[in-house]
């Protein structure tokens, strides 16, 4: 690793931050790569009960790094589409990975989360908003439409028409929108930010880590399942969790404590 995501622990939370401040975090090929071995990392180590993201710096992410958009323009045009594609992929698996981490994630959002920054926020579980942050589906004003979930994610968080007007527009939403229209969950001093993220990680993991995993699974499946579905993979869920230890562990101190 070049360092371009920096990687710490707290107690039980990992703290994954972006780190190329000298442009606001925008995110070039090295560091989606980062990026994904950062997050897998999270989600092998069972020391690890949940995930911060946060940005080095005055801004969480900008974005696509322009710098490279620029170099896309360069390539022959028969390759423009087959390049843009395997890039895709490359962030797509680590948007992927994010939403799907069988742990609590937050956004911890301190200044401009830009475009497929926006999107890296939308990804996680919850979002923080510090006092500067400042939220834009900004592809929009680059001939692009959002290419890392936003389009997924926007709607589930404000509702359809809301997310289209973010997205066609490209505006700029603040903390204090975000909070009202559901962008963001919490506003906090930019100061405290992180350690306020941490601290309700801490909070959001102190559970069974099974019982998190499997609900966090089934519930970021429900707008596209039918009821039965959702009853089906609730079952499924029970089953596994009537052979784990936290469910042993706890019923056998109820029994015990209460003498039955």
Known sequence: MTNLVEFSI????????????EVRNAINDAMRGELLAAIDRAAVDDAIAALVLTGNGKSFCSG????????????PPGKVALNGWRRQKQIHRAVGALHG??????AAVNGAAAGLGCDLALACDFIVAAEDAAFTMSFVKRGLVSDGGGMYF??????????KEMIFTGRTV???EALTI???DRVAPKAALVADAVAWARELSAGSPVSIALAKAILDRTFESTEEEVFALGREAQAICYTSDEHRASVEAFLDKTGR
């Open 154 to 163: 926007l709607p589930r968080r404000v509702g359809l028409a809301s997310a």
């Open 10 to 21: 707290s107690e039980s939370v990992a703290v994954l931050t972006l780190n190329r401040p």
């Open 182 to 184: 559901g962008l963001a």
């Open 101 to 106: 981490l069988p742990k609590p994630t937050i």
């Open 174 to 176: 603040g903390p204090e």
């Open 64 to 75: 696509g790094d322009i710098s490279g958009m620029r170099e896309r323009l360069k390539a």
